[in-house]
């Protein structure tokens, strides 16, 4: 229940239009590739581009790259009809980004930026204001007395060209990043063996060249891309001999380079080579003191080399814009217009639904007054209708059967009350009757003064005297009345019987 309550919740501000579905668009010279999340599943969509129209993460050919923008467009709108602005998060070919990281002292806060902007002039390939450039602190340094600092530079003419191409197709760039950030960013988080807390390398072979990726903590500190034109050429085929001792000899520089600039041992080598990943951790094996392994997602799902970052910048789109404190090449105004774009989208919820809410309550009110004046006009007619001759002459003989019931009642309840006050003089008589050799044969009311008809006999004339003077003597009787022809004998059973009225004074009289 819990659970349920925190995805409801976390899912609150994209039903209210403060967020919106951000997705994942890698920019490499072979295609267009767009990843994003529905529910638990993630979804791909790709365009091929025509050869040359990207070189190297470099826009060549502006008019077929914008008509190959539109074309994946409609099949993201197929997707989310809603969309009208597709918001993206951009991976763009390492080859066209210059990665740099540095140290600082543990200067105080308060100058860390200035700090942070001398070291960028030093180590940016341009003039900073021919390049756009980011950076961010690594959150856990090597040592407590450092910062550790990567930087990223990207020319402005590039990044300018690019966001002016994509607002025409209808797509709104949020962050620019480096391919490298964004497979890092896969492994780290959806890897089915993440990186160790100390360092990891990750080699990536694809038909671009040679990519290797230094990892800290899972952060990425340094990329060395070796790609295949610039090894052998554009026409040369690539045999599988070269092809290792290309791998040998490229692992060999980034581990002297490592060497230099960090202590601690490279602790996992990750593989995202595909077809050609046995090879690779051959070659690794036979050729250095580590043990490679594949680049898994521990979801199972098996995807294509291209696909990884694309997959990784959708992941930071998933994430809060606030919170979000890595690497971002495009321009300052592009990101500020991405937050206004929110703001107006919040707003325009907003106006629409409370005009909607105000429509929905005068609807249900002028819905309720309507019934109830309707009620009112069926009671109206049933209480004149009430009102007619047939109707009191009905009502007056229910009345008259009413009184009737009521009558038959109370005799109902006075005979069930005598009945009850009969028991107690009952009692005593039987008693009396007893203790003078004298059997009951009647016991009645006669309904007058509380009085009582009893008979029985006895075996001689002296037991009937006695039972009734007892009778007389007790205090619960008066009136004993016992007349001398009443006691008749029987010669046949020599038994003598008897008749008398008494009245008890405890009696409710009816």
Do not use: C
């Not at 267009?32 to 990207?54: A, C, D, F, H, T």
């Not at 480096?178 to 089915?192: C, F, K, P, T």
């Not at 050609?276 to 080399?305: M, P, R, W, Y």
């Amino acid at each position: 229940m819990q659970l349920g309550l925190t995805k409801l919740a976390n899912r609150l501000p994209h039903f209210m239009g403060a967020t919106k579905l951000i997705g994942g668009l890698e920019i490499s010279d072979s295609g267009l590739r767009y990843v994003w999340k529905e529910g638990e599943e993630w979804k791909l969509i790709s365009q091929r581009l025509p050869v040359n129209v990207v070189v190297n993460g470099e826009i060549k050919d502006d008019g077929l790259f914008l008509e190959a923008l539109k074309i994946l467009k409609k099949q993201i709108d197929k997707g989310h009809t809603s969309f009208h602005v597709v918001p993206v998060i951009v991976s763009l070919a390492s080859s066209e980004v210059y990665l740099q990281s540095f140290k600082l002292p543990n200067v105080r806060e308060e100058e860390l930026d200035k700090s942070i902007q001398l070291n960028l002039q030093m180590v940016s390939p341009s003039p900073l204001d021919e390049v756009y450039a980011s950076w961010q602190i690594s959150p856990e340094p090597e040592d407590k007395y450092t910062y550790e600092v990567l930087s990223a530079f990207l020319k402005r003419g590039l990044v300018d060209k690019l966001e002016d191409l994509l607002h025409k197709a209808r797509f709104r760039p949020i962050i620019l990043e480096s391919r490298a950030m964004a497979i890092s960013r896969a492994l780290r988080e959806l890897g089915n063996e993440p990186p160790s807390d100390k360092a990891s390398l990750l080699l990536m072979i694809d038909d671009e060249g040679i990519d290797f990726l230094v990892l800290r903590r899972g952060q990425l500190y340094f990329e060395y891309l070796q790609l295949w034109k610039n090894l052998y050429g554009d026409s040369h085929k690539l045999s599988v001999d070269e092809f290792k001792e290309s791998v040998i000899r490229s692992m060999h520089q980034v581990m002297s380079f490592y060497g230099q600039r960090w202590k601690d041992p490279l602790q996992d080598v990750f593989v995202l080579a595909h077809s050609l990943s046995n090879e690779v951790q051959d070659v690794i094996s036979k050729n250095f003191n580590l043990q490679a392994k594949l680049f898994v997602l521990k979801s199972g799902v098996s995807l294509g080399t291209e696909w990884y970052a694309a997959l990784g910048s959708a992941l930071r789109g998933e994430k809060p814009r606030r919170k979000d404190q890595e690497i971002s090449l495009l321009s300052m105004g592009a990101q500020e217009e991405y937050r206004w774009e929110r703001v107006i989208d919040f707003l325009n919820f907003w106006g629409l639904l409370i005009p909607s809410t105000l429509v929905i309550t005068m609807i249900a009110i002028f819905a309720t007054s309507y019934v109830v004046r309707q009620e009112d006009v069926r009671t109206t007619e049933l209480l004149s209708s009430i009102g007619s001759s047939q109707q009191i002459e009905i009502l007056d003989e229910l009345g008259e059967k009413a009184k009737s019931f009521n009558q038959q009642a109370d005799v109902i309840r006075g005979i069930i009350g005598n009945k009850q006050s009969s028991i107690a003089p009952l009692r005593s008589v039987i008693n009396i009757a007893g203790n003078n050799q004298v059997d009951i044969t009647r016991f009645a009311s006669s309904n007058i003064g509380g009085e009582y008809v009893i008979s029985g006999n006895s075996s001689s004339q002296d037991n009937i005297i006695g039972f009734k003077n007892e009778l007389s003597s007790d205090g619960q009787f008066q009136n004993v009345n016992l007349p001398p022809a009443s006691i008749q004998g029987s010669p046949q059973s020599g038994t003598y019987s008897f008749s008398m009225t008494v009245a008890f004074i405890s009696a409710n009289t009816p």
